[in-house]
């Protein structure tokens, strides 16, 4: 029987203190701010796995929840705080790249650190650890389908003005050039600030007949309405790097058949390891829980991932990264098997789906270029 995992606020850690014999991870989740309407579902989806890891486990398994939404400064401080004190021993974030950072450079490699979502590349603590794509690999095989599909050659890059996005804008400039493509326009906005109107007429102007979007959360799915509301969901086909269906859903949907999103993973795949996810979350939480969607998946995996390595004893010789990849190359040969409960053994490929209604429709599968 599956005992249901506590979920603890920071305050509550604070007055309680450690407990022997229990693996504490920090959850931070966006609770409020730019990603916010995802929270629930990574929040559901990271309890899920500790139950499910906690059930093949000796060790007792507990989350603490940060508001990984709040000013990334502030979330450092607080998860800081709790690494320094020893109240957690591990962290799993699905959030934004600016609060990775700022999360990074206050934990350092002090406890493991396993980021979700897709990311920026770059330089990497020793303790965190990557399961998301990097952007060239978040965007040839989608930007390759789309051309060759949909016959666009001219693209509008808009995205918010933060480090992962404007990766994402570098990586798209040389994937797009590689694949005989056009940049036209290029335009970062400050977060908050997302005009549909005017960034709609600067895309015209720019005579683009598509757009790359890396609008994160609250921002992409108000520039989604403005479109809709403008009647201009027809007039260039949308490529979207950061759009779940709980954000789709957020928006409104989309019946311009002209809505793309590239992530790692879309509720309406048929992979039998995405079902068994699927049935396992509606079992727990019922059909009218906050939608499972790729952000949500990937939280589950890194909790899994952490309470896997913790399992192994691979921690205690290696650093972060080198554990996760030891286990993960162990898995593929049969050593630390079924036990580990680490579903993953290798990064998904990116995945193509188009906006009918409320639902994200898988196209196929993507060629490897």
Same mark, same amino acid.
């Given at each position: 029987m599956?005992?249901?995992i506590?979920?603890l606020?920071p305050?509550?850690?604070l ?7 229990t693996l504490?991870?920090g959850?931070l ?5 730019l990603?916010g309407v995802?929270g ?14 906690s ?8 989350l603490?929840?940060?508001d990984?939404g709040?000013?990334?400064?502030d979330v450092a401080?607080e998860?800081d705080l709790?690494?320094g004190t020893?109240?957690?021993?591990a962290l799993?974030?699905?959030?934004t790249?600016n609060?990775r950072?700022?999360?990074?450079a206050?934990?350092a ?5 396993v980021?979700?979502p897709?990311?920026?590349?770059g330089?990497v ?5 990557f399961?998301?794509?990097?952007p060239?690999d %978040? ?9 060759? %599909?949909?016959?666009v050659r001219r ?6 003005d933060?480090?992962?996005?404007r ?10 050039s590689?694949l ?13 600030q ?12 720019a005579?683009? !007949?598509?757009?790359l979007l890396s ?5 992409g ?5 403005g479109v809709t509301?403008?009647g201009?969901g027809?007039?260039f086909?949308?490529?979207c790097?950061a759009?779940?269906e709980?954000?789709l ?6 019946n ?13 795949? !048929?992979d ?7 049935s396992?979350y ?5 059909l009218?829980a906050?939608l ?6 990937g939280c589950?995996?890194g909790?899994r991932?952490?309470?896997?390595l913790?399992d192994?004893?691979?921690?205690q010789?290696h ?9 993960i190359?162990?898995q593929?040969?049969g050593? %630390?098997?079924?036990r580990?409960?680490?579903h ?12 009918v209604?409320?639902?994200?429709d898988?196209?196929g599968a993507?060629?490897?270029?």
């Amino acid at each position: 029987m599956t005992v249901p995992i506590t979920l603890l606020l920071p305050s509550d850690l604070l007055l309680r203190g450690p407990i022997s014999q229990t693996l504490t991870i920090g959850l931070l989740a966006p609770v409020s701010g730019l990603m916010g309407v995802a929270g629930p579902s990574i929040i559901n989806c990271a309890i899920l796995a500790a139950e499910e890891a906690s059930a093949g486990s000796d060790t007792a398994l507990e989350l603490v929840l940060v508001d990984a939404g709040s000013d990334p400064n502030d979330v450092a401080s607080e998860v800081d705080l709790l690494v320094g004190t020893g109240l957690v021993d591990a962290l799993v974030g699905t959030h934004t790249s600016n609060v990775r950072r700022a999360v990074e450079a206050r934990v350092a490699d002090r406890v493991p650190y396993v980021f979700t979502p897709p990311h920026e590349v770059g330089s990497v603590a020793p303790g965190s650890i990557f399961i998301g794509s990097n952007p060239e690999d %978040h965007l040839r095989a989608p930007i390759a389908w789309l051309a060759r %599909h949909r016959q666009v050659r001219r693209w509008a890059l808009i995205g918010n003005d933060y480090v992962w996005p404007r990766q994402m804008h570098e990586a798209a400039g040389d994937v797009l050039s590689d694949l005989g493509q056009s940049v036209v326009l290029n335009r970062l906005v400050p977060i908050g600030q997302v005009d549909a109107a005017q960034l709609i007429d600067e895309v015209r102007q720019a005579g683009a !007949d598509a757009i790359l979007l890396s609008l994160v959360g609250r921002d992409g799915i108000e520039f989604h309405r403005g479109v809709t509301q403008l009647g201009a969901g027809e007039a260039f086909v949308r490529l979207c790097t950061a759009l779940d269906e709980n954000c789709l859903v957020a928006a409104g949907g989309d019946n311009s058949g002209e809505l793309y999103s590239a992530m790692p993973s879309f509720i309406l795949q !048929d992979d039998e390891r995405h079902q068994q996810l699927i049935s396992a979350y509606v079992a727990r939480f019922g059909l009218v829980a906050p939608l499972p969607a790729s952000y949500a998946e990937g939280c589950y995996d890194g909790v899994r991932l952490l309470a896997a390595l913790f399992d192994s004893g691979l921690l205690q010789s290696h650093a972060a990264g080198s554990a996760a990849a030891r286990l993960i190359a162990g898995q593929r040969s049969g050593a %630390h098997g079924p036990r580990s409960g680490w579903h993953r053994g290798e990064r998904l490929p990116m995945a193509l789906a188009r906006a009918v209604g409320t639902d994200l429709d898988d196209v196929g599968a993507l060629a490897v270029l």
